[in-house]
């Protein structure tokens, strides 16, 4: 696939999740609830819509498809055949507001205090602080509150909803936030970049794939492919990050750039220079298109999208 084919696919999805996410936002009270506050919620779609690559559910949504392509000609019988790859739709936007409450409270000035997000006011700079802390609170509770709601067999949401927790929590985005936070003081040799990149955005990207695997019906050897797939995509997406943070304009990101050099943070740009970590993201992506061998051509959305992110400018 041409990276423009891919281009295209991702802005159609995109276009087509941004309305799901609006209307999610903008839905009737829920059951058990008496009111939405008008200023919370604001806040809430401040910092959901109107941008952002949606790579996350993209993500999720092609491997289903891609499990459900597979187990069609496999020799190999899949865990599950009954489950509609198109159910993914509520999960995949569940996982986008995980991901979107991460970067509004990532945004804070406890945090990386940044005033900028997808070239627009951060959430507590349009709103204020509190606010903006409450909006990710209720980001993260709606998202498993749909995810406990979706129309998909008990035993699949149970699986779902604990993957997301422990790729969420403290053994991954969140262990990786305080990995982070804690390499503005210590050297770039500790703690180590890899475990941080791993944990911190390379937890959401693996679980998109299983998620994947799990919701196409899939067997144990593609589910293990996945999953390796998805934590080398992880790690090519912050070395991407971290090359960009080096390089790239405020213009061109939409936020601002060369924050880790000046608050030292030990990244392996830090510890390595430019040019190596671009020869580690070259062999990422190798690894990560040798993953996806298993599925043979049907694997080209996703081998795509690995180059996507390797050479992405912003």
Do not use: W
């Not at 604001?42 to 952002?52: E, F, I, P, T």
């Not at 609170?137 to 709601?149: I, M, P, V, Y």
Request: with cysteine; charged share 25%; glycine share 10%.
């Amino acid at each position: 696939m041409s990276a423009q084919d891919l281009q295209t696919r991702m802005k159609a999805f995109s276009a087509e999740l941004e309305g799901e996410l609006e209307s999610v936002l903008s839905q009737s009270l829920r059951m058990g609830e008496k009111d939405r506050p008008p200023r919370l919620m604001a806040a809430m779609r401040h910092g959901v819509l109107g941008g952002g690559k949606r790579l996350r559910p993209f993500l999720l949504t092609e491997a289903a498809r891609l499990c459900r392509a597979a187990a069609s000609d496999s020799q190999i019988p899949p865990v599950s055949s009954k489950i509609d790859p198109d159910l993914s739709k509520i999960p995949a936007l569940c996982l986008e507001m995980v991901h979107c409450y991460s970067l509004i409270h990532d945004d804070l000035p406890a945090m990386d205090d940044d005033d900028l997000r997808r070239g627009q006011p951060t959430v507590h700079k349009a709103f204020d602080e509190a606010t903006a802390i409450l909006a990710g609170d209720a980001l993260l509770t709606l998202a498993f509150q749909n995810l406990t709601e979706c129309d998909l067999p008990a035993e699949i949401r149970l699986e779902l909803i604990s993957g997301l927790a422990s790729a969420a929590g403290i053994g991954g985005m969140i262990g990786g936030e305080v990995l982070d936070h804690e390499a503005r003081t210590t050297t770039p040799r500790s703690p180590p970049p890899q475990k941080k990149q791993k944990k911190k955005t390379g937890a959401l990207l693996r679980y998109a794939c299983e998620a994947g695997a799990i919701i196409g019906g899939t067997n144990a050897v593609e589910r293990k492919a996945l999953v390796t797939y998805g934590e080398t995509v992880g790690l090519a997406f912050q070395l991407a990050d971290d090359l960009l943070d080096a390089t790239a304009t405020t213009e061109a990101m939409g936020k601002a750039t060369g924050k880790d050099a000046e608050a030292g943070k030990g990244t392996l740009v830090a510890l390595h220079g430019v040019e190596a970590v671009r020869g580690m993201l070259a062999e990422a992506v190798a690894e990560a298109e040798g993953a996806l061998a298993v599925f043979g051509e049907e694997g080209e959305v996703l081998a795509a999208l690995a180059r996507f992110i390797a050479e992405r400018e912003s």
